[in-house]
């Protein structure tokens, strides 16, 4: 488990690697943090407009393949610059948008005959999978949108590219993975 000290932390890591960028630098990244946060963790970063708290980019790693300092540093990046959704970021942006992190738990597969009813709306995400197509959704979407479990099964198949109802078939693998959420409540004003 992250602390709530720790997660300002890792939101000032983020945040600092886009700022860095700006500047075409590496971030200085202390040796004792990345002690600290070495274990491999799937994370995503979701930058929203502040105050309104719009999406403003969002990308993720869902598999625990990089040290969680590294992976914060690398969604940050993406979610400010790659979002296909999205044109990049702007300097001019950094004080007017926050930094949320979601850090995942393992995926655990779901078997067919317990969906929908076992899925728990606001404690778990959604990832479907279906060939070489993969969608997913974060715990957070299905309480900001009220969804009921079969809807946001649902919408996780659709963000896949499939038929909504595609988590019914043989062939789709439903899995659920927990987030810890942390959110900066407003963009730092030490500059």
């Not at 970021?89 to 597969?109: F, Q």
């Not at 009921?148 to 043989?170: H, I, M, Q, Y």
Request: aromatic share 8%; proline share 9%.
């Amino acid at each position: 488990m992250i602390s709530s000290k720790e997660a300002k932390e890792l939101l000032r890591l983020g945040r600092q690697a886009v700022e860095a960028s700006f500047r075409s630098r590496e971030p200085e990244i202390p040796e004792e943090v990345k002690e600290r946060f070495a274990p491999k963790r799937g994370v995503f970063t979701t930058l929203l407009t502040y105050p309104e708290e719009r999406l403003r980019g969002c990308m993720g790693v869902v598999e625990p393949k990089y040290p969680l300092w590294q992976g914060v540093v690398y969604t940050s990046l993406k979610a400010a610059f790659s979002d296909p959704r999205f044109p990049p970021l702007r300097e001019e942006e950094l004080g007017s948008v926050i930094w949320e992190l979601s850090i995942l738990s393992a995926l655990r597969p779901v078997p067919k005959e317990l969906l929908p009813g076992s899925i728990n709306i606001g404690i778990q995400g959604l990832m479907v999978e279906k060939g070489v197509l993969k969608g997913l959704l974060l715990p957070q979407v299905a309480t900001e949108h009220s969804l009921s479990p079969e809807e946001f099964l649902t919408l996780t198949c659709r963000k896949a590219g499939l038929p909504g109802e595609c988590w019914k078939d043989k062939d789709t693998q439903v899995y659920t993975f927990e987030a810890q959420v942390f959110r900066e409540t407003k963009p730092p004003t030490d500059k």
